[in-house]
């Protein structure tokens, strides 16, 4: 399928991006990997008449630790992350989430800015930067601003951006010793969207209690939802199975599901609690052997 014409714009700065983007407001969709928005214009579902390429503005693609945080570009690929040391031994969160988004050939292209600002709750990395407290970074007209990762999911396809805005950065606070995260996912064949999935991230204080805890589910709801509630009977607690069982308990009652082809309702909601009990035994069994 071919989708409706459109003007191809390649700006070279994020000065130059935001401009074009305020001038031409609605009519104009940013493109980065591509492998979502350019089926949904192969689909007509979505028919932009400008589409805005960022992908030759220098510096949008590194993955580093400075200033207390990991520091992500919106334009690092699936691949990256996925290929990256210090994702792999450092942030096993992000590690697990890379390794299941779509197949290979799409993770070449696909990026993680692109992944989120599409807000898709059926993409896996919202949730898990929810668990991992992550905040945004938006370049536009107005300048530079960091977002809580809480509020930037407003809506099933929908965020905080700004119309002439730029997701540029996701940074993730640096773990401290004996912290740890799991994203566990089920679906249906390799590739596929989650049916459901859970992102857990920990971490245990000096006498084993659990001093920090996040957790983020996937495809149960509108947007991805972070289980405050799940979280809140964990924090400041040893993560025994008695605790671990009734915080997934209270994760499963936080997700919203819908009947589909995935399954129904009831199905979801307890895939989701055997989900976090699970993720919660990987994340504490990788979180006592961090430094
Ligand atoms: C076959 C297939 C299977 C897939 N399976 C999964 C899966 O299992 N899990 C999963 O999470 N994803 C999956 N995806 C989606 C894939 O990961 C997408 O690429 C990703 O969600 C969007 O990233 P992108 O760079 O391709 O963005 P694009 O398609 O280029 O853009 C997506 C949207 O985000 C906006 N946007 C892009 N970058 C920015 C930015 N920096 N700032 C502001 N707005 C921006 C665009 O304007 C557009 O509206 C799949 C895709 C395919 C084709």
Redesign the pocket.
Known sequence: MIPAAFEYHAPTSIIEASALLARLGEDA????????????MKLRL?N?HHL?D?NGIPG?SFIREAEGFLRIG??T??SDLEESELIRTRYPLIHD?SQ????PV??N????????????P????PAAMLAAGAEIV?AGRGGERRLPIESFFTGP?A?A?KAD????EIRVPVPTARSAGAYL?V?RKV????TAAVAVQITLAANDLCSRIGIGL?NVGLTPIKAGKAEGALRGQRLDDKAIKEAARLAADAAQPAADLRGPVEYKKDLVRVLTVRALHRALERAARAR
Do not use: C
């Open positions: 969709k940013i493109l980065s990997g591509g492998q979502s928005l350019i089926p949904l979505a932009p805005v960022i949008l919106a334009l690929r699936e989430t299941v988004i779509a197949d799409v993770r292209l696909a990026t993680i800015g692109g992944n989120l600002a599409h807000a898709d059926a993409n896996d990395h938006a396809f965020t951006l805005e730029i997701l540029t996912k679906e590739g596929d969207f989650a996937t």
